[in-house]
């Protein structure tokens, strides 16, 4: 009969039984986890671009803010607004996610433009707001948006 060493358990020379680690995850552990990572992504993604594409129609009121003061400032020295951005000295503050523009049709007069913020790049998929405008007649401003959210939604006003 085998002799049992103090503390072992077992007798000497008996295989040594492999013990599971329990430090780890299982599969299905690890699959449960992935799953519910997705879930929760597939439904944070959509907020987040959205949110991204708000942050930049912020972007483009401020550009659209300094072109209306560009105008003021041009107005004040000639005899009609501008009817370029590049003659007021406004380039493309919007980070290339828009495009400024003053409208040629009704051309700038003494009393009346519109300059438009058209979505480029990346933006050109937000079909909410596409383009934001801002008409200046007479000293009233008037907004507007072009896509499938209203103008209020757009100027976030």
Not at 58 to 70: C, E, G, P, R
Request: net charge positive.
């Amino acid at each position: 009969m085998p002799v049992l060493t103090a503390g072992s358990g077992r007798p000497p020379g008996w295989p040594r039984l492999q013990q599971r680690a329990e430090g780890g995850f299982t599969l299905i552990e690890l699959m449960i986890t992935v799953a519910i990572v997705a879930i929760l992504a597939g439904v944070a993604y959509p907020s987040f671009v959205e949110q991204v594409r708000k942050s930049r129609r912020s972007d483009a009121i401020a550009a659209l803010a300094q072109v209306q003061q560009a105008q003021e400032r041009w107005r004040a020295n000639n005899t009609a607004y501008a009817s370029t951005t590049s003659a007021i000295g406004v380039g493309n503050p919007a980070g290339g996610y828009y495009t400024l523009s003053i409208a040629t049709s009704p051309a700038p007069s003494a009393t009346q433009y519109t300059a438009t913020a058209t979505a480029a790049g990346a933006q050109s998929s937000d079909g909410k707001c596409s383009s934001l405008s801002l008409t200046m007649d007479r000293g009233t401003i008037t907004y507007a948006s072009t896509g499938t959210g209203t103008w209020r939604q757009c100027w976030n006003r």
